[in-house]
């Protein structure tokens, strides 16, 4: 989805999130653009896929509480041999007349039970939303990082196309010193220059060998940042990889932005604010959970039981049946059920606070990301003029030195200005395209693109 802010977004308030699902691996891109670099994060990134299993154990969850409106059915067995004594044994004789008594004893036992709450004050009907919404916030909380990770992949990017400009920039300024000094040691040789003249040159073209070797070097530190992003197991990209070179933002492709529509994006897509405001209704199901125990409780049991001496050949005579209704009402619990319903609304109270904090960060964040965006605007439109006066400069005093009109100083003076002006440029560039990123993690419209297609088409527009 193009960066430019054009619409509204109206939408349910929990999207399922489509596959991550990218057609090739990062061993097999020779050229790697942001996009493909997001994606595959996304669907390797180890952090991400721990979430992911955070929310299947929250889903389980909810099946646990949907089993509660389920009868539960217990069948048992026993088996039992036993010895009576030699003491008892003749007592019972006596009773019996002389009559000989069998001290070995076997009894068997089946049992099959099943009880069925009927009601519960609504206890499994909030614990059920509590569940559910449980879910929903871990779902919440995985977006909210995948809405960080496509952020820090794109300033990792970004970072590394900074090293590669800066290199570029390095490299033409080592260019233009080293045909300097051949040219200086031209006019020694011939008697027209000085010694002086070639070896300020070579200085200069040390210092710019130097700025190459920190521009390699913070390449190589931020693939390495990206590579651990992309999940790669080696801790390091594919060796021959390159990255995308960015183009020139031109001021055709700058558009007003509008705080009303982004703030309103922001209040539908956040996946932070979703998750308060998740919670505020989690805390809602608790209040209601804590107030079934003034509520009495209805329950209906039955059970089938046979009960066997001797032998483990039951019959039909052996067994018999119990069916009850049960209630139960608890009149005083010291208190307690009270405490806790009081607990309840104290916590929903303190959700409804963090919800109100929440939406002012959230607000306030994306002002500032306009803010910013706005300012790397007008930035790199005043470094983008400013580089072609200092290259015009350069080359007037350029052509003023080679006419002896202008000094060496001052075209070393010349020379660091244009490479001072054009990182100052690339730097606007790389501002600008990280703070553009910035404001749709800001508003939450970076996760967009992966969200369900039927959700897409019934919820926003």
């Known amino acids: 989805m193009n960066w430019k802010i054009v619409f509204f977004f109206i939408t349910v308030m929990s999207f399922p999130v489509a596959p991550i699902a990218t057609s090739k691996t990062l061993e097999e ?47 048992g067995g026993a088996a039992a041999s036993g010895r009576m004594s030699a003491h008892d044994a003749a007592a019972q004789s006596m009773l019996l007349g002389g009559a000989d008594i069998d001290r ?22 909030f614990s059920n939303l509590i569940a559910e919404y449980g879910e929903q916030e871990t779902e919440q909380a995985r977006r909210d990082g995948m809405r960080l990770l496509l952020q820090s992949v794109a300033e990792s990017y970004y970072g590394a196309q900074l090293a ?17 000094a051949e040219e200086a040691k031209a006019s020694m040789d011939a008697g027209a220059g000085s010694l002086s003249a070639v070896l300020n040159f ?26 651990v992003l992309l999940g790669c197991e080696s801790g390091k990209m594919p060796d021959g990889l390159e990255l995308v070179k960015m183009e020139m933002v031109g001021e055709s492709n700058f558009t007003p932005l509008s705080a009303e529509q982004l703030l309103q994006a922001a209040a539908v897509h956040r996946p932070d604010l979703l998750l308060q405001e998740i919670s505020l209704q989690r805390a809602e199901s608790t209040v209601g959970a804590n107030r079934a125990s003034l509520y009495p409780q209805l329950s209906l049991n039955g059970s089938v039981d046979g009960d066997r001496f001797d032998n483990m050949a039951f019959e039909g005579d052996d067994f018999g049946s119990t069916l009850s209704v049960n209630l139960s009402y608890n009149l005083f619990r010291g208190g307690g059920d009270q405490a806790r319903i ?28 306009i803010t910013r965006l706005e300012q790397a605007r007008a930035q790199l439109k005043l470094q983008r003029a400013s580089v072609k006066l200092v290259e015009q400069s350069r080359d007037l005093v350029e052509e003023g030195y080679k006419a002896g009109q202008e000094s060496l100083a001052r075209l070393n003076e010349a020379q660091r200005d244009l490479v001072r002006t054009q990182s100052r440029l690339v730097l ?17 419209e970076s996760l967009i693109p992966y969200l369900s297609g039927d959700e897409m088409e019934n919820g926003t527009q």
């Open 29 to 75: 891109v020779d050229l790697l653009d942001l996009a493909t670099a997001q994606q595959i994060a996304l669907a390797d990134n180890p952090s991400l896929a721990a979430a992911a299993e955070r929310v299947e154990q929250a889903r389980q969850r909810i099946e646990q509480a949907r089993a509660l409106y389920w009868p539960s059915v217990d069948a």
């Open 104 to 125: 070995n004893s076997e009894t068997y036992r089946l049992s099959l039970g099943a009880s069925w709450l009927l009601f519960d004050g609504f206890s499994r009907k």
């Open 164 to 180: 590669l400009y800066n290199k570029a920039i390095a490299e033409a300024d080592f260019s233009f010193n080293s045909k300097q």
């Open 202 to 227: 070579q200085v200069q073209m040390n210092n710019a060998s130097t700025d190459i070797l920190l521009a390699e070097r913070d390449y190589d530190l931020a693939l390495y940042g990206l590579a």
């Open 342 to 369: 009081a607990e309840a609304k104290a916590f929903r109270r303190e959700t409804a606070r963090t919800l109100d904090q929440q939406k002012n960060k959230v607000q306030s964040e994306v002002r500032q990301a």
């Open 428 to 444: 606007s560039l790389i501002s600008l395209y990280t703070n553009r990123q910035g404001l749709r993690t800001a508003t939450g």
